[in-house]
């Protein structure tokens, strides 16, 4: 980067950050990054130039939410169901992932981030699940943000897992509660999301995260994902900050 636009850079961030209400922040933020076709359309560019867009608002929203402070960030990356879509584009969003695991390794590790995997990434291409398996493995120990990437990911397909492995380990129907799967489920050890954000106008879940969503404040904005900038994300965590969560009782703001 040039001095100039750093200079730029850093101002920008250091303007959008302290406005962060670090009091009432998420602690576990859960993304579906949608609209990157549109996006793309409307530009009248292939929509592999939209997914590309898209790889950098990962990164912006990545480094934000590490340095704000949120301690969990999961981004659906690439649902069960996106098998779906023509050959050359699930090859674009695989090449894609592969290379923002391979630039961006170093800069997340030196942030401390921690990297996951949610879904099943038996079948996706060998390049991949290794970079996958090199990120995991060199950001086990990292104690920052916890950063779970929802790849070959769907929601009922993890309930499924769970209650797959329940009945492989045995377990007594005594000992099967509301606990007891959430451990068994992807997101073991890490609270629930409390704010999901939907970008792009759509408003469904599309089999995402959906026992871990029960009691998550939802967001959903016009905003297409490549243009979802920090800016866009300070207005969803406002939004989540002016929230009354209630959780069945009767409330106290
Ligand atoms: C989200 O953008 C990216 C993935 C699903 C991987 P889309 O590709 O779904 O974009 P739209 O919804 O067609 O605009
Ligand atoms: C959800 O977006 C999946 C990801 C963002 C990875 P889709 O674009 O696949 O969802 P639908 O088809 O609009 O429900
Ligand atoms: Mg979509």
Not at 178 to 197: F, H, K, N, Q, V
Request: proline residues 3%; charged residues 30%; contains cysteine.
């Amino acid at each position: 980067m040039g001095v100039i636009a750093d200079i730029i850079f850093r101002r920008r961030h250091t303007d959008v950050y302290s406005r962060v209400d670090k009091e009432r922040l998420p602690r576990h933020v859960a993304v579906i990054m949608d609209g990157n076709g549109r996006w793309a359309k409307r530009r009248m560019l292939p929509r592999s130039a939209g997914h590309r867009a898209g790889v950098e608002r990962v990164r912006t929203i990545v480094r934000m939410s590490s340095d704000i402070g949120v301690k969990y960030l999961t981004l659906f990356a690439f649902s069960t169901e996106n098998w779906k879509r023509p050959a050359d584009e699930v090859g674009t969003l695989m090449k894609l992932l592969l290379e923002y695991l391979a630039k961006e390794l170093d800069e997340l590790n030196e942030k401390n981030v921690r990297i996951r995997t949610f879904g099943d990434l038996s079948k996706l291409p060998e390049k991949v699940k290794a970079e996958i398996d090199r990120a995991v493995k060199t950001t086990e120990q990292n104690t920052g943000l916890t950063l779970n990437m929802a790849i070959n990911y769907g929601g009922r397909s993890d309930i499924a897992d769970a209650v797959r492995r329940i009945v492989a380990d045995g377990l007594r129907t005594d000992e099967i509660d509301e606990a007891c799967i959430s451990r068994y489920l992807s997101t073991a050890g890490e609270p629930d999301p409390d704010l999901l954000i939907r970008t792009s106008g759509e408003m469904r879940i599309s089999n995402f995260l959906l026992y871990q969503l029960a009691y998550a404040e939802f967001y959903f904005t016009d905003t297409l994902w490549p243009d979802f900038d920090e800016w866009e994300y300070l207005k969803a965590l406002d939004c989540f900050a002016r929230r009354d969560r209630r959780f069945g009782g009767i409330g106290g703001k």
